[in-house]
């Protein structure tokens, strides 16, 4: 996002000026288990900890969706799922998104979510489908149904809907 003042901007350990070289890594799709590796730990951990968002949070999104943009066949679950959790995170906690980044913040969700049709037609791997899904109902005011489907582990699926038919 380009004009961005990152020194200006927070993330859960307060000045989010290193936030940028974070993203930039961002345009080699890392695919290293991402839970584990960089950058998309340190992205996860400043830009929603604990379920709480920030300044940051708000233009990272904008970021990734132009990155992932690009190539959303290349999509990793963090791709979908670190944008799907903050979009999630501000809902639960009723965050509003700063002016500046309100407009370019909305553009960027309904932009993730085509990219995550496009993964969704051909992309295999389950993890990045989940991610993706997830992501598309966050992008539509659906957090609570964003939020199942982040968290809901494949081996629970069955369990859950077991649980459900039996109701």
């Not at 290193?18 to 992205?43: K, M, V």
């Not at 929603?48 to 959303?72: N, R, T, W």
């Not at 909305?106 to 993706?132: F, W």
Request: hydrophobic share 45%; proline share 6%; glycine share 6%.
């Amino acid at each position: 996002m380009s004009g961005v003042d990152w020194n200006l901007l927070h993330d859960a350990y307060g000045s989010a000026a290193g936030i940028p070289p974070l993203l930039q890594q961002l345009h080699d799709f890392p695919t290293e288990p991402e839970a584990e590796s960089e950058p998309w730990f340190t992205l996860w951990s400043a830009l929603c900890h604990q379920g709480d968002v920030y300044s940051a949070s708000f233009a990272a999104v904008v970021a990734m969706e132009a990155i992932l943009a690009k190539a959303p066949e290349r999509a990793t679950p963090s791709f979908f799922g670190l944008p799907a959790s903050i979009e999630i995170a501000r809902a639960n906690r009723g965050h509003e998104v700063p002016e500046q980044f309100a407009q370019a913040y909305r553009a960027a969700l309904e932009g993730l979510a085509r990219s995550a049709l496009v993964y969704l037609r051909d992309g295999k791997e389950q993890d990045t489908r989940a991610s993706a899904l997830s992501l598309i109902a966050a992008s539509v005011g659906e957090p609570r149904i964003a939020e199942v489907l982040l968290e809901v582990q494949e081996d629970a699926l069955n369990d859950l809907l077991e649980w459900l038919r039996s109701r």
